[in-house]
């Protein structure tokens, strides 16, 4: 449906590709000497580690083809320290995106020369991007964009940057020189596009550029923070300091909840339609409803019209299936069916998603018997080992919650008795950033634990960042997307 007709419509996938390491030309961090044929050092990877960001990631940006619009490939370069992993930074990205002669052409109606009217932006489940969807955390195999990325790997497969374009960037002290790391990273990025941009992709190429300054932007992101999260005090101060931009989180914030579609499963989707209301600031509001019905293309369905999941009664759970070669789970509409239902009763109907319905259930009966895998199985359509799997993860989640709570309550009853050591039955009673039992620093204080809904490995909450908020989940670095 989104990719009939491109003439009015823009379709992105964006993702960030794995990243290119900078070389430092030293075998361990403690002796850098060149490597010898022969007399190789024995090293682990945390020994190659430098104390400085030695690493540039590309944000890819794919504009795939319709039947009437071509692909673009584009990407923007950035690195630690000189630009901020977050959505202040993306924005700021796409709107340099959108002013480059090669890119621009994604964005503008080639009948009309305006702006296209629809967006579709499709990103993985990282938390710069998205909501925290962690079931489907980097599964966007379906995006074109993730072709894009191996092609970009390809183009610089052979390429060699070293760090110290500028020189060292450690001081006589072992110390770190900001000034001069960040001239080697932004001298590393210009040579990096000087090499890379122009590798092929599908029928095109990628065409690169130098990530901008995004710190007006973030300077914004901490005040709209303050408006989103903060306390009353705080925001009543920020509507006192900064009334222009109080204000104009307000109006955003209402046209937001104008327009947000919310019968939809809103972790997976963000939805905004105009309302067309008198009182609405946006552009196309203030224009007025439109005569002839807003459609996904020319002729195309309304926009009203989502193909959301639903299970095809033709093609039933354990039915007789002509695909599947043994047990079917079931399939799901295809797109002519849900357009022919929708068109039929006005509305898009659709099933829970298979993480909420599977969460319902282990909250509802904690224990799981084989018929509750069985209905599970029959709900979600998944097959039964995975609904198995799902429920044994689960399971393991809840007892390592259990097992965070003992932690703190037997930490909090040594404390008060003086004691540093915690004597418990769980010989894995270290953190997995700093490898002690107390943080640094945490001698003589209450230490809260929390677990990786990922690996089910533990950390301090204060190695983890995580001192003021207690996230119902939440992944270590390794276990998610990072620079």
Known sequence: MQY???RNITNIGRDDQAGFRLDTMTTHKLHPTLCAKGNEHVTTYTDYTTKYPSKLQTTCYNFPCTETTGEICSGVVKAPLLHVKNAAQHFVDLEMIQEKDTT???????DTK???????????????????????????FRNCVELQNGCLALGHANLFIPSTLNGSCLTQSGGVNEDTLRKNLESAIDVYISRVDGSPCASTEIHLFKGRSSDQRQKETDLLKIFLKGSKEKKLKLAKENPVMFKKFEETWAVREKHMLKDVPTKYIFFLRCCYNDDCIHPKCQAGRP??????????????????PLADPDRAYQGNCSVCQNSCSGHYMKYESLLDRYLATKKSDFLQPPSVYILQEFQKNKEISQDDILETSQKT?????????????????????KAGAKKAAETRKKKNANSNIVETEDNNEICE????????????????WIS???????WHKTCARLENSNPRQWLCISCSEVW
């Open 4 to 6: 009939k007709d491109g």
């Open 104 to 110: 621009k052409p994604a964005f503008l109606n080639p």
């Open 114 to 140: 305006q702006m296209k009217d629809i967006e579709c932006i499709r990103v993985d489940g990282a938390g710069d991007e998205g909501p925290s969807h962690l079931e489907v955390h980097g599964a966007s």
């Open 291 to 308: 005569q002839d019905p807003v459609t996904w293309y020319p002729g195309g369905p309304p926009i009203d019209f989502l193909p959301l």
């Open 381 to 401: 359509l998944l097959p039964e080992e995975e609904v198995k799997l799902w429920f044994t993860h689960l399971h393991g989640v809840s007892e390592n919650q």
């Open 433 to 448: 950033e700093c490898g002690e039992r107390d943080p640094p620093g945490g001698e003589d204080v209450v230490v809260n």
């Open 452 to 458: 990786c809904d990922g690996c089910l490995l533990w």
